[in-house]
């Protein structure tokens, strides 16, 4: 069973910092973000 989609998008700025954004195609799979974005932020 299809849930939903999570993509991952990530950014060098004008000073080489890594950035990311993260875009989800519906509310089901909003606890995945969650601990995707948790984990990508201690790096």
Same mark, same amino acid.
Do not use: C, H, R, W
């Given at each position: 069973?299809?849930?939903?989609?999570?993509?991952?998008?990530?950014?060098?700025?004008? #000073? #080489?910092?890594?950035?990311?954004?993260?875009?989800i195609? #519906?509310?089901?799979?909003?606890?995945?973000?969650?601990?995707?974005?948790?984990?990508?932020?201690?790096?």
């Open positions: 069973m299809y849930v939903g989609t999570v993509t991952i998008s990530v950014f060098k700025d004008a #000073n #080489n910092d890594v950035n990311f954004k993260i875009n195609d #519906n509310d089901d799979v909003l606890p995945v973000s969650y601990v995707i974005e948790d984990t990508l932020k201690q790096y």
